[in-house]
């Protein structure tokens, strides 16, 4: 089909979200995804991209899907330059040989991806979940200092680091980052990265949902400088679990500090939750003001959802501990919509309202018809049916 891309005919496990693919191609280079999207330009052919497929139940089905774009043969590391602590690596590079890598220079991109076991560089930008520590360090797109990305009619691009040519008037990296694959193919990413700290503690305590509420605020702008405040409720009957992590000099009197403000008991272990995702059949992300955290906590405990995330952020995510009707979880992201911006990442079916309303979406609108005026890109992936 693509001279010199290896193609392969699709089977049912390629499926996605149950739309079948009709062929799988496998590029190992950027030549090569740009390749791809050329032949799919002139057949009118709608391409999935997929790293590590960790998160392609995330969202509604595509609208349609002929080629999924498999990036698994994008995996090297192409630059590590330690002594400026930068890093840049091919799409389908997994997040766990990445920091892998990293460790044995003493460095790491401080990133806590949740599924890191298959997930990879360009999915993590795709999708743009933070982790726990993005209270610090910032989430992807804060990390990301230069991206290649092939458009849909097969040109490549480069923004940021290393430039060789650009979009003008965008920032690839920040439209890119969080897309879902509806504008076009991360082929390579350039990143920012952080000395690995010396040492590491963790606070940990049980508290009822209005104390970690009330406890967050002070956490968060403690003198302590905190890597992370992150909670963790599987639901009412259950108490709410703070954990907060300090990172580097005198590690062990900061959290010390930090025990002495919210109770608990200060450990080297990491908490067995920290930081994952144990379920995401139904997973719902709430985003909301700091400010607001008791009141969500409350529409929280009405839903029948399990909770884990930064509270001090106003970023946590829901889980499903039980299998839940449609209309019932409909409900439920309704009461929590009156509190938070909240986002349906993945429950089955397509009947739910998975965005609600979203003030850019005209924006957004405008973004997909100039990158990818002909709808080829994950059609319907995203916000609005993008």
């Known amino acids: 089909m693509i001279e010199g891309v290896t193609v392969r005919q699709a089977g049912e496990d390629d499926a996605v979200l149950g739309v079948p693919p009709r062929w799988v191609a496998l590029p190992e280079t950027v030549e090569e995804i740009a390749a791809v999207l050329r032949a799919c330009a002139e057949r009118d052919l709608a391409v999935v991209p997929v790293g590590g497929g960790t998160k392609l139940h995330w969202g509604p089905p595509p609208e349609r899907c002929d080629v999924l774009l498999d990036l698994c043969c994008m995996n090297e590391i192409l630059e590590h330059a330690a002594g400026d602590l930068v890093v840049r690596a091919q799409a389908g590079v997994t997040m766990d040989a990445l920091a892998g890598t990293l ?58 680091g290393k430039v060789v040519k ?56 403690s003198q302590a400088e905190p890597s992370a405040v992150e909670a963790d409720w599987p639901g009412p009957e259950s108490p709410l679990t703070l954990a907060v992590l300090v990172e580097g000099a005198a590690a062990e009197a900061r959290a010390e500090a930090l ?66 009707a449609g209309d019932e979880l409909a409900a439920a992201v309704a009461r929590l919509r009156e509190r938070a911006r909240v986002s349906v990442l993945a429950a089955p079916g397509n009947g739910l309202d998975r965005w609600g309303q979203v003030s850019g979406l005209p924006l957004m609108r405008r973004v997909k018809e100039r990158f990818d005026p002909g709808r080829r890109m994950s059609p319907g992936r995203f916000v609005g049916g993008i």
């Open 103 to 160: 460790a044995d220079k003493g460095q790491e991109l401080a990133l806590d991806v949740p599924f890191s076991e298959g997930t990879t560089v360009g999915g993590t930008l795709a999708t743009a979940l933070p982790g726990p520590r993005a209270f610090r360090y910032g989430a992807a797109r804060d990390l990301l200092i230069g991206i290649t990305v092939v458009l849909p009619d097969g040109t490549i691009a480069r923004s940021g």
């Open 166 to 221: 650009n979009v003008a008037g965008y920032d690839l990296g920040k439209l890119f980052t969080g897309s879902y694959g509806t504008l076009g193919v991360i082929a390579e990413a350039t990143f920012r990265l952080h000395p690995l700290p010396a040492d590491r503690r963790w606070v940990v305590a049980e508290l009822d949902p209005a104390e970690a509420a009330r406890l967050t605020a002070a956490l968060a702008a």
């Open 259 to 324: 025990r002495e403000l919210a109770g608990g008991a200060v450990t080297w272990e990491r908490p067995s939750w920290w930081g994952l995702i144990d379920n995401d059949e139904v997973l719902v992300e709430a985003r909301f003001l700091p400010e607001d955290t008791a009141a969500v906590l409350d529409a929280v405990a009405t839903t029948g959802l399990a909770l884990r995330g930064s509270l001090a952020s106003g970023r946590v995510l829901l889980a499903a501990w039980r299998e839940m």
